[in-house]
């Protein structure tokens, strides 16, 4: 029964998500108190820099040469393969989704993988776990300025340039902070490490501050207005089509590139999931007003049935996987343990 429901609802901070969606729908805030949520929500988006850049150890960078190959592979996947894929889909499916979600649509596309739901998936699967906690650390950190890059291309693209001002705007309040979190690692990194719980606190609180004052700035804009229950339908649709094809694409190239079983489930589960934490607090720094909660809505259509199909898909590989099979293949590993070893 836990194995079925954790096949359901994977993430235990879904249920939290969605509901903040409804209320942010049903009571936006508006003028002052919006306006003060919205600086509490930028302060929680520099700390959260702040404490990962404290957190990922040195060590941890330079391991992520010991498996090049690999990690360029799941970097190009990530920044160029995806984006690619996405804006293919994108110019199909513009006319069904509108204009109000096409750039949302590619943002998702330009975001770096998840840390600790791709590295689980990979413990579930067991593949090579040791390659997912690097390559998910490299990806955020890359993340933080080939997202904005890759956006303002394929924006380009798509006739709606952003400026160089979004960039600058990224790399001041994400790039910046990370950087001075580094710089004081021996001063403070100890004491980050010691608390695991801290970085995944952050990370949910910066998420949902995100969520509510985007949503509650576009509600009270009336961006929703004129978008229906049939458009919605839509955009899931798309995303669900766009998950498919990633994940296609991603089994195809573990194959075609000779990649053994661990290297490949690595691959797939990177390529295939969006980070929501990097994806929230960016949206914001991007697009301060109401724009934010159109931009990031295919980020949430997309990341829950990605979350369900990845555990359904780790779940039938840790069976079917080479090797003894685990005494319980729907195990999630836990977030603190994933601190832990991403810090080792």
């Known amino acids: 029964m ?18 903040t969606v409804v209320l942010a729908i049903l009571f936006p805030l508006s003028g002052r108190a919006l306006e003060v949520i919205g600086y509490v929500s930028i302060v929680a988006i520099v700390a959260l820099f702040f404490v990962h850049g404290a957190r990922l150890s040195r060590q ?28 293919g889909l994108t110019e199909i499916a513009a006319p069904f989704i509108g204009p109000e979600f096409t750039p949302g649509a590619l943002f998702l ?8 739901s791709s590295i689980a998936m990979v413990s579930i699967a067991r593949g090579n776990v040791a ?4 390559a998910a650390a490299v990806s955020n950190m890359l993340g933080v300025v080939m997202t904005p890059l890759m956006f303002a291309l394929m924006l380009s693209t798509s006739g709606a340039p952003m400026g160089l001002g979004g960039i600058g705007k990224v790399i001041l309040m994400l790039a910046l902070p990370f950087a001075i979190g580094q710089l004081f690692r021996p001063a403070v990194g100890t004491w980050v490490e ?20 985007a949503l509650s700035a576009a509600v009270g804009s009336g961006l929703f207005d004129d978008i229906g229950v049939a458009q919605f339908a839509l955009l899931l649709a798309a995303m669900l089509t766009l998950l498919a094809l990633v994940i296609g694409a991603a089994m195809l190239a573990g194959r075609l590139l ?25 949206a914001r720094i991007l697009f301060p007003g109401a724009e934010a909660g159109l931009i990031i809505m295919p980020l949430l259509v997309y990341y829950i049935p990605m979350q369900t199909i990845s555990a359904i898909i780790a779940a039938r590989m840790g069976v079917t996987a080479p090797g003894e099979p685990p005494s319980e293949p729907l195990q999630f590993a836990e977030d603190d343990q994933l601190d832990h070893e991403q810090n080792r």
Request: with cysteine; proline share 6%; glycine share 6%.
């Open 2 to 19: 836990r194995g079925a429901f954790a096949i359901i609802l994977p993430d235990r901070f879904i249920p939290v998500l969605l509901a």
């Open 60 to 87: 941890a960078v330079r391991r992520s040469f010991l498996q090049f190959r690999l990690h360029l592979v799941i970097i190009a996947f990530t920044f160029l393969a995806f984006p690619l894929i996405g804006l």
């Open 109 to 116: 596309c330009a975001l770096p993988t998840t840390v600790a």
């Open 131 to 134: 390659a997912s906690v690097v």
């Open 194 to 213: 010691s608390r695991p719980g801290l970085s995944r606190t952050l990370d949910r609180v910066t998420i949902l501050l995100a969520i509510y004052t």
């Open 258 to 282: 000779g990649f053994d079983y661990g290297d490949r489930t690595a691959l797939l589960f990177a390529a295939m999931q969006k980070s929501v934490i990097s994806g929230t607090p960016m």
